[in-house]
């Protein structure tokens, strides 16, 4: 499983960054993503990185959020800024595409006031 950290509340237009660490054959030899979940919503991929560093985001938080991956720790982050209420999900790494071994307990992400 891979493990997402770095959740939390959060007021409106504030930052949070996300890390999931993991292996380094999981890391070295896939596409890596950030996933998200609503509540009475469907999991949804919101940033994708391949190992060269190519990135894609969902439209909803392009210029928002930053994926990027660190080769020495094996980890991948997500960088989420200017946090809006429609952001409030549990937020999970996996692989893109996913594996359904890899899905961890997810992080809770709550923007409020």
């Known amino acids: 499983q891979l493990q997402a950290s770095g959740g939390g509340l959060i007021q409106p237009a504030g930052s949070l960054r996300l890390s999931c660490a993991t292996s380094?054959?999981?890391?070295?030899?896939?596409?890596m993503a950030w996933y998200r979940q609503a509540p009475g919503k469907q999991r949804q991929l919101v940033a994708g990185i391949d190992p060269s560093g190519s990135t894609l985001y969902v439209d909803s938080v392009k210029g928002r959020f930053t994926i990027s991956r660190d080769k020495a720790k094996n980890t991948v982050y997500l960088q989420m800024d200017s946090l809006l209420p429609e952001d409030t999900a549990v937020y999970y790494c996996?692989?893109?595409?996913?594996?359904?071994?890899?899905w961890g307990n997810g992080t809770q992400v709550t923007v409020s006031s």
């Open positions: 380094g054959n999981i890391f070295s030899f896939n596409n």
């Open positions: 996996n692989t893109w595409p996913f594996r359904e071994d890899y």
